[in-house]
């Protein structure tokens, strides 16, 4: 299917645990971004990518880490959880850096 | 610094028409753009402004002022499945998305 698709959709996960948030877009958009979403705040970047193995941070990087080595993929790992990290986790992807970002449906995590 | 400000949640009657706020600071400026998002969903695209002026698409207006750092979006005839949070965010010099927190627009009957 065509779109912007992210597994799983849900995850309970344990503090120090790694996990990793997976991304897959079929339209062959250069930009990918990964976004979180928390109550009371706007959706905060997290780190975006320009190009296969092109990444840049966001606004909140620490605790994270990303790869693009296609450019249809841009999972985003967790080294290890913890419970500030508990949040709604979205995929983006866009075709050039300012033209309308495509959202996937988004992950919940919880770190327990 | 940099901020995005809307209101927090609005309150409309089916039918009506309604105007969501937006002010931002950033630095430099590329773009405003609108989203709009149902509970549980992700964010969709609505608008997007670069220039000053109204832009129309259907039932949803948005409008931008980049002297006042202003915009809103326009919602009329307002149907019960307009009830989401409507995202607003400016793009600064470097091509990053600055987001407002949403307003949560709820429509009565």
């Known amino acids: 299917d065509a779109g912007i698709t992210q597994s799983p959709r849900y995850k309970i996960t344990e503090t120090g645990r790694q996990v990793t948030l997976m991304c897959h877009q079929t339209w062959s958009h250069s930009y990918m971004f990964w976004y979180r979403q928390d109550l009371g705040h706007g959706l905060r970047l997290i780190y975006y990518?320009?190009?296969?193995?092109?990444?840049d941070k966001g606004e909140v990087p620490d605790g994270y880490v990303v790869s693009r080595s296609k450019t249809e993929n841009f999972p985003l790992t967790l080294e290890s959880a913890t419970r500030s990290q508990t949040s709604v986790y979205f995929c983006?992807?866009?075709?050039?850096?300012?033209?309308?970002?495509?959202f996937g449906q988004g992950t919940r995590l919880t770190v327990v | 610094g940099q901020n995005i400000d809307q209101p927090t949640e609005m309150t409309a009657t089916e039918g009506a028409i309604v105007q969501i706020n937006c002010t931002y600071q950033?630095?430099?400026?590329?773009?405003l753009f609108w989203y709009q998002q149902h509970a549980g969903e992700a964010p969709t695209f609505l608008s997007y402004n670069v220039l000053d002026g109204l832009e129309e698409k259907g039932r949803f207006s948005s409008f931008l002022s980049r002297s006042k750092g202003y915009s809103y979006l326009l919602l009329k005839e307002l149907q019960m499945k307009d009830s989401a949070s409507y995202l607003c965010a400016a793009m600064d010099s470097n091509y990053q998305l600055i987001w407002g927190a949403g307003t949560k627009l709820i429509i009565k009957p």
């Open positions: 950033t630095s430099g400026f590329n773009g």
């Open positions: 983006a992807s866009a075709r050039t850096e300012n033209t309308e970002a495509f």
């Open positions: 990518s320009a190009a296969a193995d092109i990444t």
